[in-house]
């Protein structure tokens, strides 16, 4: 069940330039059902800025309570969001994540592009414990962005990539899986779009996961804000509901 | 709840809030978080005679205390939500508004001929003010002798009283109301969106794939506000006011200017409990303002000296 | 500092950015903050034939991301403005485009025609859309045929180039635009306030004395922007364009909408020290930007694939 | 000279229902030249609220470079600041305050309504400190909205009434100065504007200055918002800096 509920922030702090890592606390989190949902929040109080902010969970404790969230403070509201202590206004678990249940083959490449990198971490946790081998391919802008490189570590290998090479590969995700000849039965890829064509075609052969971005109103596919287009007879689904994680092939790109 | 309870031509309302036309779909997704049934009425997604699959993404952009939405009337089409949506939101006690769009004439009598013979539709909604529908939109809702016309059309064949959906992106939005009026409409529901524009900062692009938006949510307020006060003094026809409304408070301030009831838009997509909570607080706020109804309030912002006391 | 140097009809400024008209007097308040000499121009207080007082208190209300104001065109009249307030801001390296109101069409050539004559005035700016004058303010600023023949009738007089201001509350604006250019305007500035109310929770009654007031502020940003947007597409006229601007990236998407320069109003009354922050704020942007010239922007916004490479 | 500036906020408390006391400190301060001034606060960095609030300082300490005001948190603005922490961008000082040197007479009565109080606090203590008798009469809604009594006690007496009667004398500050036959040789008042026209009425026979209030937008004199009516051949002056503070008899009311 969806939930609006004040959550309690139970810490706050900066993990690579820009990039926040906040952790909160309440009941809304017994409600998330897979990796790679979201949350949509509610900055401050004021009108300005106006809308909530959708942000992906990036991991969950249920037996605590509690989820993570990294997100990257660039506009008004999530600059406002770094600056808030105490409680703040969430709604969720909203959308569809990623497949974990049922998955064939024995490894996992997980691919993430900056902000995308965060709902990996939950998706990769879950494979790891369904005793799947997970390999993660993440990319940056430059050394200062880079974060939770240990974190992906315990959980299997990590190759990390740099737009500027000031750290790891330099070049994209898909340079990586190229160069070191990543093989996998399944892929999961959060990132820019054209990143997530570019690795539709790259592992053409194996199914995947990815997960899509869209600027959003209500969040719960009432307002046909975040439509993107698909391949089948209904042309667009919605990114908040339909999604935010679709099959491979399922989306139009372009 | 009698302090609430309204009537207007063909809406007899537990209550006088409603969530707005393309705010609320038609109600599959907000029922997850209340029972509908507990709203004055609802005024559901524009229908048009075929399926629309809207504009290109993005079709939403943020502004200061505001949002701009280019949609562009997506929605499955006339069958579809005569066959589906609108069987659906019978299961709830809930008379439905349909709000009617197209790009002709014949579209919008088409449509409104079929839609206003569903069985729980208790009033149309002629959008004749969507900024984003370019065929024609705009010059049904700015020119007064067009909107008259298709107006009276409309009217000729509605099997239930028929609202007209005033623009705000008018100079004299009186003249409009009235020509409306001579057209045969029942009531008026008004604002829609002001055209406006957001772009971006580093490519001087506008962010809406549509280029333009519709302006909602509490920044448009006043001048809704404003509108409603003078529309209100010039006619009789009842007004569904909108416009940024967002709490209890403001139902009142449309109320008192002139409005017999109020729609909630894009304040619930901030909060998905808005219209519930504003309904749970409006007869404290009645009582506070020692008031025994909330038409008691109406115009107030206008009359002079004088204790309104009748009810519509 | 070149970055920045622009030259419109009449105006050879050292930076696009000016305060707006009533949102700074006659300067003599922020020369508090500093020297009004970094400004590029300034619009001063809409200066009418006779003194006026003004407006009943309170003249203002705030709304969400905006405010109301209805000052009523309070100054001193003209002959106070052209011996006192116009020789001290002479003492300033600022040229001055004065805003110019009335009644009737012959307060306003009466106005221009002294104004126009003052050393340090450099351009007039038409005031036919202040919402807040009864008399006939509000004709003037709606309908296209008594604008052009208001501009012409002040063209033939102004010893400088002139500037029409225009109303937002129209259906379109673009005809209002090419009206005023056909009776001669030398440019355009926009917008001017959109009409808007406020009531008060308690009694109902509007804050504001006038009842109504012009809506200015950041909440009007997405509609002045469009409207610059449509207008810079079908005239050549220069257009200084305002709403809601308060900061560096706000002049940037005016300019990329298509405007040739910038100005402030409400802003400077959140932070006395806007204009001046801007104009320090625009090079390093510039830069950012990739461009030599602040007109390198100027409408990319509807510019299709072209690198814009004049100046004005 | 006016300053705009981050002050630092050294406390905010609570000291009556939805009255606020919070303290300030930065070199504004130095500028302050007499009491009854105000400043003008920017409560949030946000478009909304938009504007300033004005608010009169209740007193200062140019040593420790400190002021505090007094305010009530009804509306948007004045809520939204008493969630402030940390620093607030304020402006000021603005405006002309109560004159306090040269003052002819040995007493002088200070008479407040709600929320029109704070000022008369560092008024009074001005006139102490310059040898006069300090009578104070304070008015307020109901005993829950009282504060800053047994401050106002250590300069000299304090009246206080109550509309409803709940505590000291049931009334307004008029009838209390009639009841306990107050005699002054010149007044100060601050509050609402019907009771600074009965206190000029009752007070007719001594000099006086009351203090004004009016919406602002700019506070420094350009916008002309804050215009008041008064006696004299320019018809209109500024609260913000022909005021707030006027001569009695300056003002027409109605
Ligand atoms: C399903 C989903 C999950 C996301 N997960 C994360 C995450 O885990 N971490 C993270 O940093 N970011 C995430 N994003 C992107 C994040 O929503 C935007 O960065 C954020 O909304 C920008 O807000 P702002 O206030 O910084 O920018 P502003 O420029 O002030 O935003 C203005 C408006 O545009 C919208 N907007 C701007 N950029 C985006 C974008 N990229 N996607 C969607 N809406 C946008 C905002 O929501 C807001 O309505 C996610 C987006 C979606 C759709
Ligand atoms: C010179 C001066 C000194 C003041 N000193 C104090 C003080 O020491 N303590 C205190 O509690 N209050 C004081 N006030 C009143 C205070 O400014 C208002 O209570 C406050 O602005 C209300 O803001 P809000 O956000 O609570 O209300 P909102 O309703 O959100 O305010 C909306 C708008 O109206 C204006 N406004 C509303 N009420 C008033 C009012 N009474 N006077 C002026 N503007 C108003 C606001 O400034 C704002 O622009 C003073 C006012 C003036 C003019
Ligand atoms: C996302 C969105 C979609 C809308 N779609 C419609 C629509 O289909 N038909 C219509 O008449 N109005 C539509 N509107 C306008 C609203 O019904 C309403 O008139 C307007 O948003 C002002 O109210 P608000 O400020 O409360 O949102 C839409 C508004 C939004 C924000
Ligand atoms: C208090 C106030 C007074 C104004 N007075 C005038 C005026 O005298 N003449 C005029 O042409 N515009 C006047 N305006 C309109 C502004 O010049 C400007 O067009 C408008 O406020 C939009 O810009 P902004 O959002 O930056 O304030 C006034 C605006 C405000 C807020
Ligand atoms: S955000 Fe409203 S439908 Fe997806
Ligand atoms: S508030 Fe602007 S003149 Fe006083």
């Known amino acids: 069940m969806i939930k609006v509920e004040k959550m309690k922030i139970l810490s706050q702090k900066i993990i690579a330039e820009n990039i926040y890592e906040i952790e909160l606390q309440g009941p809304l989190v017994n409600e998330i059902s897979m990796p790679g949902q979201f949350v949509h929040i509610k900055v401050n109080k004021a009108n300005d800025p106006l809308l909530r902010r959708p942000i992906s969970i990036s ?15 660039t506009g008004a509201g999530t600059i406002e969001l770094a600056q808030q202590t105490g409680e703040i206004n969430v709604m969720g678990p909203l959308g569809s994540g990623f497949p974990v249940e049922d998955v064939k083959g024995e490894t996992a490449v997980l691919i993430g592009g900056g902000i995308g990198v965060p709902p990996l971490y939950e998706c990769s946790k879950q494979l790891k414990a369904r005793g799947k081998k997970v390999i993660h391919i993440l990319g940056f802008e430059s050394a200062e962005a880079v974060f939770y490189e240990d ?3 315990e959980l299997g290998p990590v190759y990390i990539t740099t737009a500027d090479g000031s ?7 898909t340079d990586a899986a190229v160069q070191f000849n990543i093989k996998a039965d399944i892929f999961y890829a959060c990132g820019p779009v054209p990143m997530l064509n570019a690795v539709e075609k790259l592992f053409e052969s194996i199914p995947g996961y990815i997960s899509m ?23 667009y689904k919605k990114v908040c509901t339909d999604g935010p994680v679709f099959a491979k092939g399922e989306l139009v790109y372009g | ?13 537990k209550n006088p809030i409603m969530p707005a036309s393309g705010c609320f779909g038609f109600g599959r997704e907000y029922c997850q978080f209340y029972d509908l049934s507990l709203l004055g ?40 939500v005569m066959n589906t949506e609108l069987p659906w939101l019978a299961g709830y006690d809930l008379p439905v508004i ?18 206003s013979r569903a069985g729980n539709v208790h009033a149309l909604e002629l959008n004749i003010s969507c900024p984003n529908v370019k065929e024609g939109g705009i010059a049904f809702g700015t020119d007064p002798e067009v909107a008259r016309e298709l107006t009276a059309k409309v009217k000729a064949v509605s099997e239930v009283p028929v609202y007209v959906k005033l623009s705000p992106n008018v100079a004299d939005i009186k003249t409009m109301a009235l020509a409306v009026e001579k057209g045969g409409a029942d009531g008026l529901t008004m604002i829609n969106t002001l055209v406006g524009m957001r772009l971006d900062h580093r490519t001087g692009k506008p962010v809406i794939a549509n280029k333009t938006g519709g302006l909602s949510g509490p920044a448009i307020k006043p001048v809704a506000l404003r509108m409603v006060y003078e529309v209100s003094q010039v006619t009789d026809l009842p007004i569904i006011a909108m416009g940024g409304i967002s709490s209890a408070w403001d139902v009142i301030d449309f109320i008192s200017a002139g409005a017999s009831a109020a729609a909630v838009g894009t304040a619930n997509f901030v909060n998905p409990f808005v219209c519930k909570e504003i309904i749970d607080e409006l007869p404290a706020i009645l009582d506070e303002l020692e008031v025994e109804h909330i038409h008691d309030l109406k115009g107030r912002s206008w009359k002079v000296g004088e204790t309104a006391d009748y009810r519509a």
Do not use: H, W
Request: net charge positive; charged share 20%; proline share 4%.
């Open chain 1, 59 to 73: 991991s969950y404790d249920k037996k605590r309570q509690t989820m993570t969230l990294i997100y990257r403070a």
């Open chain 1, 151 to 153: 974190k992906f570590k």
């Open chain 1, 167 to 173: 750290y790891g590969t330099k070049g994209f995700v």
């Open chain 1, 213 to 235: 971005e869209q600027r959003m109103g209500c969040g719960i596919g009432a307002c046909l804000a975040c439509v993107c287009a698909v391949n089948g007879p209904e042309l």
């Open chain 2, 1 to 13: 709840m009698d302090k609430l309870r309204i009537s207007l031509p063909g809406l007899e309302l």
């Open chain 2, 41 to 80: 009425s609802i005024m559901v997604k524009a229908t048009t005679l075929e399926q629309r699959l809207g504009n290109p993404v993005p079709r939403v952009a943020e502004t200061s205390s505001g949002m701009l939405n280019a949609i562009g009337l997506q929605n499955p089409g006339l069958e579809k």
């Open chain 2, 98 to 115: 349909a709000n009617v769009a197209g790009s002709m004439v014949e579209d919008y009598v088409e449509v409104a001929k079929n839609i």
